[in-house]
């Protein structure tokens, strides 16, 4: 990338982007290798350029939607257990988090081959999370990673939580919010959902057919899980802003969750105060590289090669 391309920008900006990417990506450039492999691929990918999710997954909101998908997937008790029993997101919460970015972006701006070659990654993870939980009846019941309902139940969660994260922005999605849902039920049926809701009003029903059905609970678990997230991983400013992205999607959360959770919308303008922490991210973030643009040089050089071979 040229100086012409990404301007010198003050050093309070490189120094907060260099922070916020070592968070996402694990690297400080934002260039992990995987993201430099996305120039690398022989395929169009899944998701077309600055389509719905490209725009939704590129968008700052992608900050209050990580957080606010870990407080919904952690009311199904089910997913909890999984993430209790095996993950290691109270000792590396970073490690955790870059994990879920990196098959995100992998997802979305990798080609066909790099998408299902990460989701078979995640895949193999998965075959060895099995264990015991208390249902949201009462009841104690066996699951797997590959069980269908909370498999299911995590591709919601996620999906409602960037759309929601998104809107937070007030930036526009192509197509619009149904168009965002029918985009992104690629992703379920590659981690195998079976017929995943295509629009915002069935994605809704659906995550209400857990809660009517009793399959949600807040318990000491999701408690615990609200104080880790509660506790902003960073020092100084960056402590501060999480502590507003965490209102946030707190605030996004319908009030019959936020019971569950334990959780109170913050009586300030935190939607307001929100969009301020994005719009300083965005301008850090934009400073240099990041995966769309890895994904346009493959494009680029995709319809390169196609025209020369004509």
Request: net charge positive; no cysteine.
């Amino acid at each position: 990338m040229t100086d012409a391309t990404f301007p010198s920008v003050p050093g309070w900006i490189a120094s907060l982007r260099g922070k916020i990417l070592v968070a996402l990506a694990g690297d400080p450039t934002g260039m992990a290798p995987y993201v430099r492999a996305i120039a690398d691929g022989d395929d169009t990918g899944y998701f077309v350029e600055n389509g719905p999710a490209w725009t939704v997954h590129a968008g700052m909101g992608t900050l209050v939607a990580g957080i606010r998908a870990l407080l919904l997937q952690a009311l199904h008790p089910g997913a909890l257990a999984g993430v209790h029993d095996w993950s290691r997101y109270r000792e590396d919460p970073i490690g955790r988090l870059t994990g879920t970015v990196r098959w995100v972006i992998t997802l979305t701006y990798g080609s066909r081959t790099q998408a299902d070659a990460e989701t078979r990654r995640v895949g193999r993870f998965h075959q060895r999370v099995k264990g015991e939980y208390r249902a949201g009846d009462g009841s104690e019941r066996a699951y797997t990673a590959e069980a269908a309902d909370l498999v299911r139940w995590v591709h919601l969660a996620f999906t409602d939580a960037f759309l929601a994260g998104h809107e937070v922005s007030k930036k526009p999605i192509p197509g619009g919010p149904d168009a965002y849902v029918a985009d992104w039920a690629t992703a379920g049926r590659l981690m195998r959902v079976v017929d995943p809701p295509r629009t915002r009003a069935a994605l809704r029903a659906e995550i209400d057919g857990f809660w009517e059905r009793g399959e949600l609970r807040g318990d000491e678990r999701v408690a615990a899980v609200v104080r880790f997230l509660r506790k902003p991983p960073f020092p100084g400013l960056m402590g501060l802003s999480y502590r507003v992205l965490f209102a946030a999607a707190v605030a996004t959360i319908p009030r019959r969750y936020r019971k569950m959770l334990g959780v109170r919308r913050w009586p300030l303008p935190v939607l307001a105060l929100t969009r301020f922490v994005l719009r300083v991210t965005e301008r850090a973030l934009g400073s240099g590289p990041r995966a769309q643009d890895m994904a346009r040089q493959r494009l680029a050089r995709l319809e390169r090669d196609g025209r020369e071979a004509a």
